[in-house]
C-alpha cells in the first residue's frame, strides 16, 4: 500500500515538473515592475512668455514645487545617466509614464500662489489645438535629443474630473529598438492676490499673474541594443523590401495606379526598407522572401529615410502632408489621424492565427531622420505584412499663370516576408531532472519535447514496445506511428524514435531514439551499442543468459552488461 502511495505520490510531482519544464520556452520571465520618479526642471516665467523656457534668459526656478510627480514604469535592467538625464534600459515590455496630480494644490486660497485659467494657446513655440485653460500636459519624443515630435497633448488637465491614475502614455517598440528621449512639459497659470485697486473710489481685486513650466527628460532604450553583438544596419546579407504605389486619395490605401511622367512621385523613392541579421534567404511557394535564422541571428528590419519629408526630392512644393482621416482598408484600420506617415506591421503566427496590426503613427515624423538608418523591430518565427501609408501634398499646380490649390496623393510601400529556425533540431527533456537526453539515452522517468520554438518543423514519432516469444528472443512491436508535438510527454515504457525535417532548407531530416523504462533489454539497448538482433544472438546462446534474463557476456561482441 505504502509504495502504490508513494508511486501516486512520484506521479504527481513527475506532472508538475514536467509541466513547468516542458513550458518553460513558451513562458516570459518579467521581473518585478519598478516605478522611479523624475526630477523635474521647473521654470517661473512671466505671464506673457507663452512658457518659453528655452529662451537664454529662462532660469531655473530654486525650490520650487511641481503641481505633481511625473513617474516611469517599466521592468529596468538598468539604470544611469546619458547626458546628464536618467536613461533607463528595459529588460522586457514597454515603459509607462503617469502624472500624479496633488489634488490639494487645486484647493490654494486666494491669497496664495493657485491655479487659473489660461486663454492661449503656445507652449514654448509648440502650437496647440485648443486653448491651455487649466493647464496642459504634452509629451515629446526624439531619437536624437534634438529633433522632438509631439506625441500626446492634454490641455485642461488640473482639475478634479481629470483622469490622470493610470499611465497617459506607454513607450513604442520602435522608440525603445532605437533608443528614444523623451521630454514632458506640464505647464499652467499661477495667480495670488495682492493689495486691491481703488478705481473710482471702487476696491477693485488685484492678482499678479505667473507662468510655470515644469520640464522633464529621460532616455529609454531595449536592453538587448546595448549588446555589442546586437545587429547593425551595416551588417550582411540583407535584402530590400518593398517598393511605392499609387494608391490614389482617401480610398483606404488599396487602389493602384501606374506612375506616369507627371505623377509627383515619378523618378525618386522616399526611402527603403531591409532585413538583415539572417543566415539564408529562400522563398516559399508563392515567392515570398523567408529568411533563416540559426542561434544567435536577431533578423532585424530597418528603414533607410532618404528624403527630407519637408522637401520632397528637393522640391519645397512637395511635402508629406499630415493625413488626418487615414485608414487602410487590407488591414482594417479605421479612420484615424495618421500624422506624417503611418508604419502597420501584421504578425500571422505558427497556427495561422493573424495578431491584431501594430500601428506607429506619424512614422516618418517621429521616427526616422533623412540619411539615417532606423530600427522597425526585431523578428521572431512567423509571417509578416508591412506596410508604410504616406500622403503627399502638391503645392506646385497651376493653370496658365494662376496657382490652385494643392493636390493630394495617397501611397503606400507594402511587403510580405517570414523567418524561420534554420534548424532542425528537437530535444528531449528528462521529465524529473530536466536535463537534455542525447540521442540512443535511456530514462526511467519519461521526457518531454522542446522544440526550441521551432514552430516550424515537422517531427513524426513512433513508439515501439518489447514483446517476449516462447524462445525467449525480443521482437519490437510498433504501437504508433504519428507527427509528434511541442511539449508532448511520453511516460510509457517504450522505444521513441523521432525524425525532424525543416521544410525551408535541403538538409537531410535528423533522428533520434529515446529509450523510456526499467526493463534490462532497454537497458542495454540504450547502453551497449547492442542492436535487437545481436541480443537475440545472446539470449539464444544459453551460456549467455542468467535466469533473470540479464545479459551478462557475448563472446562474439566482447560486452558485458549487468541490470
Not at 512668455?49 to 528655452?54: I, L
Not at 499611465?167 to 506640464?186: H, M, P, S, W
Request: overall charge negative; charged content about 30%; hydrophobic content about 35%.
Amino acid at each position: 500500500m505504502i509504495k502504490a502511495v508513494n508511486k501516486v505520490l512520484l506521479l504527481e510531482l513527475v506532472l508538475v515538473i514536467t509541466t513547468i519544464i516542458c513550458s518553460q520556452n513558451d513562458l516570459s520571465v518579467y521581473a518585478a515592475e519598478e516605478k522611479h520618479a523624475i526630477d523635474g526642471v521647473v521654470y517661473e516665467l512671466n505671464s506673457k512668455s507663452n512658457y518659453k523656457f528655452s529662451a537664454e534668459d529662462a532660469i531655473p526656478a530654486d525650490n520650487a514645487d511641481t503641481f505633481g510627480e511625473l513617474s516611469v514604469l517599466g521592468d529596468f535592467q538598468d539604470i544611469t545617466e546619458l547626458n546628464g538625464i536618467p536613461a533607463y534600459c528595459i529588460e522586457v515590455g514597454n515603459a509607462a509614464i503617469e502624472y500624479t496630480i496633488n489634488l490639494e494644490k487645486l484647493n490654494e486660497n486666494a491669497e496664495g500662489w493657485h491655479l487659473t485659467k489660461d486663454k492661449t494657446d503656445e507652449v514654448n513655440g509648440i502650437n496647440l489645438d485648443r486653448k491651455i485653460n487649466r493647464g496642459v500636459l504634452i509629451l515629446q519624443s526624439s531619437l536624437d535629443g534634438e529633433k522632438w515630435t509631439e506625441e500626446v497633448i492634454k490641455t485642461n488637465v488640473f482639475t478634479e474630473k481629470t483622469d490622470l491614475t493610470e499611465a497617459f502614455y506607454t513607450t513604442k517598440d520602435l522608440q525603445q529598438e532605437n533608443g528614444c528621449y523623451y521630454r514632458i512639459i506640464v505647464a499652467y497659470e499661477m495667480r495670488r492676490k495682492i493689495e486691491d485697486k481703488h478705481v473710482l473710489f471702487v476696491d477693485l481685486d488685484n492678482y499678479e499673474h505667473k507662468k510655470v513650466a515644469e520640464v522633464y527628460e529621460f532616455y529609454v532604450i531595449n536592453e538587448e541594443m546595448l549588446d555589442e553583438d546586437s545587429t547593425k544596419a551595416t551588417d550582411t546579407p540583407r535584402k530590400e523590401l518593398g517598393s511605392k504605389v499609387n494608391t490614389g486619395k482617401d480610398n483606404g490605401f488599396a487602389g493602384e495606379k501606374e506612375l506616369e511622367v507627371d505623377d509627383p512621385h515619378y523618378g525618386w523613392d522616399l526611402g527603403t526598407f531591409f532585413v538583415n541579421g539572417y543566415t539564408r534567404e529562400t522563398k516559399d511557394d508563392d515567392g515570398r522572401p523567408v529568411f533563416l535564422k540559426n542561434v544567435g541571428d536577431q533578423v532585424t528590419l530597418w528603414f533607410n529615410l532618404q528624403q527630407d519629408i519637408g522637401c520632397l526630392n528637393d522640391d519645397e512644393n512637395l511635402t508629406i502632408a499630415e493625413d488626418k482621416n487615414g485608414y487602410d482598408e487590407h488591414f482594417e484600420i479605421e479612420k484615424t489621424n495618421f500624422k506624417h506617415g503611418a508604419l502597420i506591421v501584421r504578425y500571422t503566427d505558427h497556427e495561422g492565427k493573424r495578431h491584431d496590426p501594430v500601428i506607429y503613427t506619424n512614422f516618418l515624423s517621429a521616427s526616422s531622420r533623412t540619411g539615417a538608418d532606423t530600427r522597425v523591430k526585431l523578428f521572431e518565427e512567423g509571417d509578416y505584412e508591412v506596410t508604410l501609408d504616406y500622403e503627399i501634398k502638391n503645392n506646385s499646380r497651376q493653370i496658365g499663370p494662376i496657382s490652385v490649390a494643392p493636390s493630394y496623393t495617397n501611397y503606400k510601400i507594402y511587403f510580405e516576408f517570414s523567418i524561420r529556425n534554420g534548424n532542425c533540431m528537437v530535444y528531449p527533456v528528462d521529465m524529473i531532472t530536466g536535463n537534455e537526453l542525447a540521442d540512443g539515452a535511456i530514462t526511467e522517468n519519461g521526457f518531454c519535447l522542446d522544440m526550441a520554438k521551432s514552430r516550424y518543423l515537422t517531427i513524426d514519432v513512433t513508439k515501439d514496445t518489447l514483446k517476449r516469444a516462447d524462445n525467449g528472443t525480443i521482437k519490437a512491436d510498433t504501437r504508433f506511428s504519428r507527427p509528434a508535438q511541442d511539449g508532448e510527454m511520453y511516460t510509457d515504457e517504450g522505444i521513441y524514435t523521432f525524425t525532424v525535417r525543416n521544410l525551408y532548407t535541403d538538409g537531410e531530416p535528423v533522428t533520434k531514439t529515446i529509450y523510456v523504462g526499467e526493463d534490462n533489454i532497454l537497458t542495454a539497448l540504450a547502453n551497449s551499442g547492442l542492436s535487437l538482433e545481436d541480443i537475440n544472438e545472446q539470449i539464444l546462446a544459453e551460456d549467455t543468459i542468467r535466469e533473470d534474463e540479464s545479459i551478462i557476456v557475448s563472446k562474439k561482441h566482447n560486452i558485458t552488461h549487468n541490470k
